[in-house]
Each structure stands twice: as structure tokens, then as C-alpha cells.
């Protein structure tokens, strides 16, 4: 039972349940931090969920994926640069992300390729790359609108980049309710469940499926008149293109967009959440995602909460490295019950 439900997620669920019972005794406001959790699961989860297409290709967690990234927030930028407000800013911003992403992806793809056996070494790389070429893009892109560059003739884009009165909880605040002091963002929730929706039709297709067959079994999947290295190609494409919009879900609900260093470690945490769902270096599902979307980001609201309440200090980044390289060692260490590492 413990294997099969996997070590970390017991150890966090445990913890969780452990830090809501304090947090409730600490008389902490408890609606608030359960509006947070449904907040922070809705945000992140079209990230981990882009952790799909290329674990189940078989080349593994996507370590690239601040590749997606960057390109939903170019698309960002132009939206505020044009001048699009509300739905329009949004869907402006998906439409131009996605195929910038799916571009991306497929040359991403064909570098995978040719490093197979070394694709997390060399997506982390490739990631932590193009936040540092893209830093100077930040400082060099000929954009005139004042809400994004430095003021007083200041080079280039600032840091943060206010989206209030652009696309600002836009999702968050469609169809939201009170439930006494929980607040429930529907339509954030909504759009998980639409892009959950249509992953799982993905998987379900003819490509879907051999795209999975080359992953479990690249041979047999050979044998068969596959090609494995295309699909493992189309898992980077839907990976980069699903990471793409998944920043603009996550940024619009943050209200802020974040550029130059703020992408470097957000694959890393997406990684972590879905091994932390009982996903393998080799396999994974939507519910396990999900799952491990709810528990990372449920830790990371409330653990900091507790902490801050007894020990009056700020520890949230310090929690959020811990958990997140922890899990990561944890899922490149262990070892199936064959021997092999997972």
C-alpha cells in the first residue's frame, strides 16, 4: 500500500494535515488560507499538467520549461503593448502564446533527440539559458508602452509588470463565490478542468497513444512502424505550448508579470509537484498532477503560515527550495522494486 500510494505523498499529506490542524488551533483565518489553497492549485496547475506529453514520450520531466514560459510572456507583453484589456488582453495573449510555444517546443523536441539519456541534464540547462538571453531581450525589446518600461528614460522592461486593469484575476473573479470566509475562484478552477479535458482527449487519440507506446516501450513502438523520435518531438510541442499559456493562467491570477530571473526555477517546483502526485520518471496522469499540484502548493501556503506565526520570521522561499529539490532527489534516487531507477 505505501508503494503503491509512494512515500512522498504521504510524508506531505501527513504534514499538510498536521499544519491545518495548527493553523486552526494558532486561530489562523482558516477560509482565507482554504481560498489560497484553491487559488494557488488553480494558478499552477496548467504548469505541472504541461509535465504530461513529455514524461509519457519518454523523455522525461520537462526541465525545459521556462522555454514555454518565456513565450507566454512575450505574448503578454505584446497584449499590454497593443493595448488589449480584460478577455481580450487574455485571449489575445493565449493565441499568439501557443503557437510561439509550439514552435519552441519543436525545436526543443529535435535537441531531445539528440541527447537522449541526458534530457533533464540538458533541459535544465536549456532552461536556465534562455531566461539569461532572454534577460537581455528584456533590456533590448523596442517597447514604448509606460506601464512596462523603466520610467524617467530607464533601458529596457521593468522587473515586474502591474496587470491591474489588463487581465488581473480575470479568471479568478469569473462566476466566483463565497462560502463563509473560503472563496472559490470558479473560473480558474473551470479552465483547469477545460485543459484537463482536452489532455486527456490528447492521450486518449491515435497520436496520444502512440506517443505513450513509444514512451513505455520505444523498441516495441519501433517494431510496430513508429517514430519514436517524433513522438517525442510532439510531447515538447504540447508540453512548451500547454507551459506557454499556463504562465498567463498563472499570471493573471498573480496579477503580476514577473521577467529577467523570475522564470528560472518555476519548471523546477512543476517537476516536483508532479512526482510529489506519485508520478515516475516514465509515467504520468492527469489525477496524479493534479494531486500533486493540490499537495506542493497547499504546503506552500500553509506551512509558511504556521511557521511565521510561531517563529515570527519569513521562511517561505526557505520551505519552498526544501520541498521542491527534496522531492526531485527523492524521485532521481529511488528505485523501482526491479532495482532500476525509476
Do not use: H
Not at 36 to 60: D, E, H, K
Not at 160 to 169: A, I, N, P, S
Not at 211 to 222: I, K, L, S, V, Y
Not at 278 to 296: D, H, K, Y
Request: proline share 4%.
Amino acid at each position: 500500500m505505501i508503494q503503491k500510494i509512494g512515500v512522498p505523498r504521504l510524508i506531505i499529506s501527513a504534514f499538510l494535515a498536521v499544519l491545518l490542524v495548527g493553523a486552526y488551533y494558532l486561530d489562523l483565518p482558516m477560509g482565507f488560507i482554504g481560498g489560497s489553497m484553491l487559488t494557488r492549485f488553480g494558478m499552477n496547475a496548467l504548469l505541472v499538467l504541461a509535465m504530461i506529453p513529455t514524461i509519457q514520450s519518454g523523455s522525461g520531466p520537462n526541465f525545459g520549461l521556462p522555454l514555454g514560459i518565456i513565450c507566454g510572456l512575450v505574448a503578454m507583453t505584446l497584449s499590454i503593448e497593443m493595448d488589449f484589456r480584460g478577455f481580450p488582453a487574455l485571449f489575445f495573449s493565449a493565441a499568439v502564446a501557443l503557437p510561439l510555444g509550439a514552435m519552441v517546443g519543436y525545436l526543443y523536441g529535435l535537441l531531445l533527440n539528440r541527447v537522449k539519456g541526458q534530457e533533464m541534464t540538458v533541459g535544465t540547462y536549456i532552461g536556465f539559458s534562455i531566461v539569461s538571453v532572454m534577460s537581455i531581450y528584456w533590456l533590448m525589446a523596442p517597447y514604448r508602452s509606460l506601464e512596462m518600461i523603466w520610467p524617467y528614460g530607464g533601458e529596457g522592461l521593468r522587473v515586474t509588470v502591474v496587470l491591474d486593469g489588463r487581465m488581473e484575476q480575470l479568471l479568478d473573479k469569473l462566476w466566483a463565490f463565497q462560502i463563509g470566509a473560503l472563496r472559490v475562484p470558479t473560473g480558474l478552477l473551470i479552465a483547469v478542468v477545460l485543459f484537463c479535458v482536452a489532455l486527456r482527449y490528447f492521450l486518449r487519440s491515435q497520436t496520444g497513444l502512440a506517443m505513450t507506446m513509444c514512451g513505455a516501450n520505444p523498441r516495441f513502438a519501433e517494431a510496430s512502424g513508429l517514430s519514436v523520435n517524433r513522438y517525442r518531438v510532439i510531447g515538447a510541442v504540447v508540453s512548451c505550448a500547454m507551459g506557454a499559456v499556463g504562465i498567463i493562467v498563472y499570471s493573471q491570477s498573480y496579477g503580476f508579470i514577473q521577467l529577467y530571473q523570475a522564470p528560472l526555477y518555476m519548471g523546477l517546483y512543476s517537476v516536483s509537484a508532479i512526482l510529489i502526485g506519485g508520478a515516475a520518471l516514465n509515467r504520468a496522469t492527469i489525477p496524479q498532477a493534479l494531486i500533486g499540484t493540490f499537495l506542493f502548493n497547499s504546503l506552500l501556503v500553509v506551512a509558511p503560515a504556521v511557521a511565521n506565526r510561531i517563529m515570527e520570521n519569513e521562511i517561505a522561499e526557505i520551505m519552498r527550495v526544501i520541498i521542491s529539490n527534496g522531492i526531485i532527489l527523492y524521485a532521481l534516487t529511488r528505485r523501482a522494486p526491479g532495482g532500476d531507477n525509476v
